[in-house]
């Protein structure tokens, strides 16, 4: 199953590093395991959208393990890719960048016949560079906040609405970020995504180095031990209490400054649930832990 990772630091540039290249649990072991792709989005200090990311294993890519250590941003977007839907190639890998934003997800669906018809629809095909269901999704999103007037919240809930109206439905979990705001949404409950609000000053503990551990994700950064941020992260990435999990349908949205706001604007169901038995055998395997 694929991994999400998003985090928003505020207002002020944090160096993270988001998969330890030297731990026992490294992004170099994750990759092992989830082999199809990884990436990382952050944004410059003019809120430009950057993307370090390859087709392959992140244990094969030197150059991605360099930029990995030295990146800083107030928001961070990290996935790890395990195929469903198209070949392991660049245009094919997450985060993707539309309009100035990131995205990334994890999950699946069908009909994207209908999805590219109505991607037509509202002039937005262009958008579309690779093969993904994950892509497709993304550009929906795009072209409803656009019809929006700039709205991603609204964007989503419409683009996502549609979508569990329409289409045949096993996950729809993904982050979209921008230099000052990160949305996040699990749905259905399919896949688990959690939330962790780390504020130092309220924690019963001292502050000390951050070091979150997963069996899939790894994350420690000086920089953030004694800074407030929000964490959203496939599962919990250490024994901190506050990680919870999202609700199924539940959209969240944390701000400039680190005001979370929650919504659940979808049912609890899509109106065409797809389980593991309706996948084929690849797609099934990509959709377990």
Known sequence: MCRLFGLHAGSRPVRATFWLLDAPDSLAE?????????GIGTFAADGGARVSKRPLAAWEDHAFAREARELRSTTFLAHVRYASTGAHTLVNTHPFEQDGRLFA????????DRLDARLAGFGVSGLVQGQTDSERLFALITAES?????DVAEGIVRAVGWIAAELPVLALNLIVTTATDLWALRYPATHPLFMLERDPLTE??????????????????????????????????????????????????????????????????????????????????????
Not at 30 to 38: C, K, N
Not at 105 to 110: E, I, L, P, R, V
Request: with cysteine; aromatic share 4%; net charge neutral.
């Open 204 to 289: 019963p503990a001292p502050a000390a180095p951050l070091d979150a551990r997963s069996h899939r994700i790894h994350t420690r950064s000086t920089e953030l031990s004694g800074a407030r941020s929000v964490l959203f992260a496939t599962e919990p990435m250490n024994h901190n209490p506050g990680w919870r999990p999202l609700a199924a349908g539940e959209l969240v949205h944390v701000g400039p400054d680190l005001a979370v706001s929650c919504t659940v604007p979808f049912p609890d169901q899509p109106v065409h649930p797809l389980t593991l038995a309706d996948l084929d055998p690849s797609a099934a395997a990509s959709q377990t832990s």
């Open 30 to 38: 994750q990759s092992r395991r989830d082999p199809d792709g990884a």
């Open 105 to 112: 997800h994890n999950g699946a669906f069908h009909g994207l």
């Open 146 to 150: 656009r019809r929006a007037g700039g």
